[in-house]
């Protein structure tokens, strides 16, 4: 599992609760880090990202403890980034047995584009799957 602390920014019409958690890089705990690189070069802003309240009441101002499961985390990076490669090369393959280089490059650049918009799909219709969900209110 992994955890992050949040604050709580909005709660919209439709009660789904946006939190603002922090960026960290892996720098952020170094002791060296300030030898490395100056101050401000690594430190990216904030994004403020839906959650699954999880019977928690909350309100705007509130620090929160999301989590993610690396299940979800694993899903979510296939879909992303091997998916559409497997559909880019796969897509190369058979255009290339059929028409040479140009259809390979076709083919190649269709099954790419089709694997996005099905990725698309298949986040749209799951979205409550892969969002953090809110397991702890600290304050």
């Known amino acids: ?3 992050q602390q949040a604050t709580v920014v909005n709660i919209d019409a439709k009660n789904e609760v946006w939190v603002l958690a922090a960026r960290q890089s892996a720098c952020g705990s170094c002791q060296e880090s300030a030898q490395c690189h100056p101050s401000g070069v690594l430190t990216a802003p904030s994004l403020a990202i839906q959650v699954k309240k999880n019977q928690h009441i ?3 101002g509130d620090e929160v403890i999301i989590q993610i499961t690396e ?3 694993w899903h979510g990076l296939f879909y992303l980034y091997i998916y ?3 559909a880019l090369v796969f897509g190369a393959i058979i255009g290339r047995f059929f028409e040479g280089e140009w259809g390979a490059a076709l083919m190649a650049s269709l099954c790419f584009v089709m694997a996005l918009v099905h990725v698309k799909q298949l986040t749209q219709q799951q979205n409550d799957n892969y969002l953090p969900t809110v397991i702890k209110k600290i304050n």
Do not use: A, Y
């Open 1 to 3: 599992m992994l955890e």
């Open 58 to 60: 909350l309100n705007v």
């Open 71 to 73: 299940q979800t985390l």
């Open 84 to 86: 559409p490669l497997v």
